[in-house]
């Protein structure tokens, strides 16, 4: 893609947690706070998405007595992987990385605050249909296409692109400014579906 002046960078959470040495750490996770920084200046739209869950949020293993991390147990709305707490609402994790560039966005959307339901996708809570607001607020400003980067390429990135295409939202995904969990060969399912419904695969923006 050619960056054009209506274009946002949606940066998803790329927050302490998800980089070495936190509690759900992602391979390489901060390697992607320089490749951000360099998009971010690039556009003139920044948004951010923050992984922010209460104390006891039913993605925890924690929560479910003798569930072990990164298990699955069945939701009311579906499967759901149990993760280690994680981005605990105000807690040092759920901070944004120190160096992330984070000054120039015009708004911060936090998910997955409601205890009984986690949010991947910064479009739609788990169960597909509990909205966030983020696409009444692009609506509303006519913004209508969207690059993504950030943590972790095969749930939060993954699930944020199908639903904005889902939505009608031009998608692509900076997979330099991306790194996976792969977890059970998400990382092949995610490419897959994200190819399937439309989203663009770049490595970088020229
Ligand atoms: C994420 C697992 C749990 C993510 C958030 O940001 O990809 N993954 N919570
Ligand atoms: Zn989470």
């Not at 707490?85 to 560039?101: E, N, Y």
């Not at 986690?118 to 739609?124: K, T």
Request: hydrophobic share 45%; charged share 15%; net charge negative.
């Amino acid at each position: 893609m050619a960056i054009r002046p209506g274009d946002l960078l949606l940066v998803i959470d790329v927050q302490n947690d998800f980089c070495p040495g936190g509690a759900l750490a992602v391979a390489d996770g901060d390697a992607v706070v320089p490749v951000i920084n360099r998009l971010a200046e690039r556009f003139n739209h920044v948004v951010l998405t923050q992984d922010w869950h209460p104390e006891g949020h039913g993605s925890f293993a924690s929560s479910h007595p003798g569930a072990a991390p990164f298990s699955t147990v069945t939701m009311p709305y579906g499967p759901q992987t149990l993760w280690p707490d994680h981005c605990v609402q105000g807690a040092p994790g759920a901070a944004f990385h120190p160096q992330l560039a984070a000054d120039r966005a015009e708004l911060v959307i936090r998910k997955g605050f409601r205890a009984a339901i986690d949010s991947y996708s910064a479009f739609f809570e788990n169960d597909r249909t509990t909205p966030t607001g983020l696409a009444g607020y692009l609506r509303e400003r006519g913004l209508t296409r969207i690059a993504m980067a950030g943590l972790a390429t095969d749930y939060c990135v993954h699930y944020s692109a199908l639903d904005a295409r889902r939505l009608g939202f031009g998608v692509t995904v900076v997979l330099s400014g991306c790194r996976a969990i792969d977890l059970a060969g998400s990382l092949a399912t995610a490419t897959t579906a994200m190819l399937a419904a439309g989203v663009v695969l770049v490595d970088d923006i020229a």
